[in-house]
C-alpha cells in the first residue's frame, strides 16, 4: 500500500496548495510581527555604520527615516534579524522560487518589504537582476550570506560580487536571544522566545571596488566571513560577560 503524503496531496490540487500558502503567509506575517514586538533588545552600532542603520527595534512608527542604503549581511539561520531593519519599504529581500519561498515572499511584502524572487539554484539571474534594480533604486539590500543551503557561516562570494556591481558598503548583522531554540536544519536555525532580551551586532561598512581581480574578491570574502564569524561570538557571550543586562 502506497504511504500517504500530505504533499501530494496539495500537488494533486493546486487550489488547496494556494489556499496553504496564503494561509501560512498569514500566520508568518502577523505571527512573526507579534514575536517581534515582544522582544527588548539592544543594539550595539558603530559610529561608522550610524549613517545606514535607524534603530534597534521594529518598525513601528511611519516616521520618515533618511539612510543611506546599504546591504545588509546576515546569517541564514538569524533571519529573524531583518525585523530590526527599517523603513522597510527601503529594504529590498530576496525569496526562492519554491512553494515555500512563496510563503517567505507574501509574508514579506505583507510586512512591508521589497521581495524579488529567485535563487542560486533556480531563476539566479532574475534574481540578482531584481535586487541591482531595486539598489538602482536606492533602495537596500538584505542578503542571507551563507544560504541557501550552507556550508554553515561560510560567507559566499556573491555577496561580494552584489557589492561591487551596486556600489552599496556591506554592513554585517548578527545578534543572539539570550532565551531561543536551534532547529535540526543546516542553518541552526533560530527561534527567539516571546519577551527575551536580544541583542544586535552592526559591524562596520565594508566597501568593495567596482574593479577588483580575483585574490582581492577572496580577500574581501574572508574579510567579510572573520568579521561576522567573530562578532557571532562575542554576540553569544553578551549575556554571560553583561548579566545585569540580561536581567534588567
Not at 94 to 110: C, L, Q, T, V
Amino acid at each position: 500500500m502506497k504511504k500517504f503524503r500530505l504533499r501530494n496531496l496539495f500537488l494533486k490540487y493546486p487550489l488547496l496548495d494556494k489556499a496553504r500558502v496564503l494561509g501560512l503567509a498569514k500566520i508568518f506575517k502577523y505571527g512573526i510581527t507579534a514575536y517581534d514586538l515582544t522582544y527588548r533588545p539592544l543594539a550595539i552600532i558603530p559610529e561608522a555604520s550610524r549613517p545606514y542603520v535607524s534603530c534597534a527595534g521594529a518598525d513601528t512608527t511611519k516616521r520618515p527615516v533618511h539612510l543611506k542604503p546599504a546591504i545588509y549581511a546576515y546569517f541564514h539561520g538569524q533571519m529573524y534579524l531583518l525585523l530590526a531593519l527599517s523603513p522597510r519599504h527601503s529594504m529590498s529581500l530576496i525569496a526562492s522560487n519554491s512553494r515555500d519561498g512563496e510563503m517567505i515572499a507574501r509574508a514579506g511584502e505583507g510586512m512591508g518589504f521589497t521581495v524579488v524572487r529567485g535563487s542560486k539554484t533556480e531563476g539566479g539571474a532574475k534574481g540578482a537582476r531584481g535586487l541591482l534594480e531595486n539598489a538602482q533604486e536606492g533602495k537596500s539590500i538584505l542578503f542571507p550570506v551563507d544560504g541557501p543551503r550552507g556550508p554553515f557561516q561560510v560567507v559566499k562570494p556573491e555577496i561580494i560580487r552584489l557589492a561591487s556591481m551596486t556600489g552599496l558598503p556591506i554592513i554585517p548583522l548578527v545578534g543572539e536571544a539570550r532565551t531561543r531554540d536551534l532547529m535540526k536544519s543546516w542553518d541552526k536555525y533560530n527561534c527567539p522566545y516571546m519577551h527575551t532580551r536580544q541583542v544586535r551586532i552592526y559591524g562596520t561598512p565594508i566597501h568593495v571596488p567596482a574593479d577588483m581581480d580575483k585574490q582581492l574578491a577572496e580577500s574581501l570574502r574572508l574579510r567579510l566571513e572573520t568579521t561576522m564569524v567573530e562578532l557571532k561570538a562575542k554576540a553569544s557571550d553578551f549575556y554571560l560577560v553583561c548579566p545585569k543586562t540580561a536581567k534588567a
